[in-house]
């Protein structure tokens, strides 16, 4: 069955360091998105994405982060200067389509900051 | 409340039993989900309702939808220990695909 893989599953990192999580969405998926988890928490939402553009982004989404889809199959998460509240676990998901269908998670990244 | 509460917060049943969590939402919705997570792990999608939609079934899984009262249930019949993990209801109410997350029942099986 066809899955999102993301890498790496565990980074350690220090505060102001730049971090980039990195994902493959399902093949035929058209959207992509980032949502993350700090621990204890809630699922939060972070960027949707498609057509190479971000659709929507949340308040959480700040300068810091960024998205890219550099190639036919990845998809990546920048953080460029982590701070401790980024401290999370993040999850990408992709889906065929938008506020129709469900979204295909991965298992997530695990981030660290100290 | 915020979109997307699931209560109880926590349930703890026998296995066989069934268990049911609820979660209510303020705006209005394309469709709601449900996803399962198991501690550290990842989001496994279980069953999406439309909003048009007022009862849907998979397998042991039965959702329901009321949009009149912006509120949906879950109801997992003859659990199992297997079936330990943390439930999240998820609502759409955009184009974009963003989904709002409720804060979870964490649901224990004991066998």
């Known amino acids: 069955e066809p899955e999102v893989t993301q890498t790496p599953s565990h980074q350690v990192t220090q505060m102001g360091q730049e971090v980039i999580l990195r994902c493959v969405p399902i093949s035929n998926h058209l959207y992509f998105y980032w949502y993350r988890q700090i621990l204890g928490q809630k699922v939060e939402f972070l960027v949707s994405?498609?057509?190479?553009?971000?659709?929507?982004k949340s308040e959480i989404f700040d300068d810091q982060f960024s998205v890219e889809r550099p190639d036919g199959s990845n998809f990546t998460l920048k953080i460029r200067s982590t701070k401790l509240e980024d401290s999370a676990m993040y999850f990408c998901a992709s889906s065929v389509g938008s506020g129709f269908g469900e979204l295909f998670f991965g298992e997530g990244s695990r981030l660290t900051v100290l | 409340s915020q979109q997307g509460e699931e209560d109880p917060q926590a349930l703890s049943i026998q296995e066989g039993e069934n268990a049911t969590m609820n979660c209510s939402y303020k705006?209005?919705?394309?469709?709601l989900q449900w996803y399962r997570q198991n501690s550290g792990r990842g989001l496994v999608h279980l069953i999406l309702?439309?909003?048009?939609?007022r009862e849907k079934h998979s397998g042991r899984l039965r959702v329901t939808l009321d949009t009149s009262k912006k509120s949906s249930s879950l109801l997992i019949t003859a659990s199992r220990a297997a079936d330990t993990a943390s439930y999240f209801c998820?609502?759409?109410?955009?184009?974009?695909?963003?989904?709002?997350f409720g804060d979870g029942t964490t649901l224990t099986v004991k066998p």
């Open positions: 309702i439309r909003s048009n939609e």
């Open positions: 705006t209005s919705i394309n469709n």
């Open positions: 994405f498609y057509n190479n553009e971000i659709s929507e």
């Open positions: 998820a609502t759409d109410n955009t184009n974009a695909g963003k989904s709002t």
